[in-house]
């Protein structure tokens, strides 16, 4: 993915907050990958989570935002578990979640459109989690 | 021994299995699960973010519930509760203003939590506590060498501070189930993401994420999934159903709780397990090896 940086675009700002509610230091990233080949869900990201990361390091948290990624990503805590720099990408995605849900982003989920039969059959541990990471 | 014990929501309803067989296993193993008083639920997912404490309140008025039974060990059977409450009180122990700021919020409650005064055990650990030889003595059925996979899932084994095992090659399940006389087999996918809570809103990435854990035991030629988390279970056991109408030639696996196996072998009567509940029916693999 090619993006041209200059020096209005690099938002910096906007970055440091993505540190400050994931608790890391996107920039110990060296861009190896093993979390994008260790992630179970990559197939359905628009932007597999190691060029989450590099884009966090350029500031570009919008073009993020506008991905799938972090929507898609079920907390497994793979990629954390394995990041040889200690970068906890789980933790970015959460925070990419809270950000963009603050932002006033629309529900991932939405509870009406759960059907009755749905959340019958369910467990209550699934619909409980996904609401307190999908929504607002 | 005595325990504090920490059901969780689904531990009553969906994974009833789990408890009914986890607390009559523990019976035989002379262990006496106390159940707390006017528990609530512990969150289910950990709140990742450093920002928004009010997702912390759940899991550490939990916390509070097990210090005032004075115990000071707290078991639970759901692996999400584990995660959930071990990662809660690593939060409060590590960040203490923020502990602080929890702690005011709930200025009701008449006891205050730090962080390290309860010890939250899952199942499986106390399990492998209790000797080997004790374990092998409780065993009254001979498994027959009953090739299981053994699958962890996400939230016992990461992120490592409240792994219960090692976090790529856990082997807790497999020696407790080899104590028993089963023989699992080798199973590269054990510690793979099911895809969780995705099953709401993205069934379709939780589909394939169930192919591929149960294509990789049936090829190590296992015959049932033994786990111990009930949303894996869920996805696991519903999922490979709907995989199996959708197209016929995909051949499914029964999933079960290990404790559900685990009693059975030690002698609990087989039908404590309500079947109705699983999506794909154990009964002909137990029956085949003569465990019913």
Known sequence: MAISLNKEKLRTQECEKLQEVSGTNVYSCYQCGNCTAGCPCVDAMDIPPHEVIRLAQFGQIEKILDSNTMWICASCVTCSVRCPRSVDISGVMEALRQIALQNGNEDVTKLGELSSEELEELPQIAVISNFRKLTS | MEISYYPGCTLKTKAINFETSALALLEKLDVKAIELKDWNCCGVMFSQSQDNLMKQLAPIRTLIRAKESGRDRLL???????????????FIQENEDKRDKINDFMDLEETEYFGNEIE???????????????????????AKDLKVATYYGCLLTRPKEVAIDNVED?????????????KPVYFPFKTECCASFQVVSRKDIARERTRKIVDSARKNGAEMILLACPLCEYNLDKLQKELHEEDSTFETLPVLYVTQLLAILAGVDPEINDYSKHYIDPRPVLERKGLL
């Open chain 2, 120 to 142: 939250v055990v899952n199942i499986l650990t106390l399990l492998d506590e209790i000797d080997k030889d004790k374990l092998k003595a409780s065993i009254v059925k001979d």
């Open chain 2, 170 to 182: 856990p082997q807790i399940m497999e020696n407790l189930l080899e104590a028993a006389g089963c």
């Open chain 2, 76 to 90: 639970t059977l759901c692996s999400m509760c584990y995660n959930t409450l071990k990662r809660s009180a690593l």
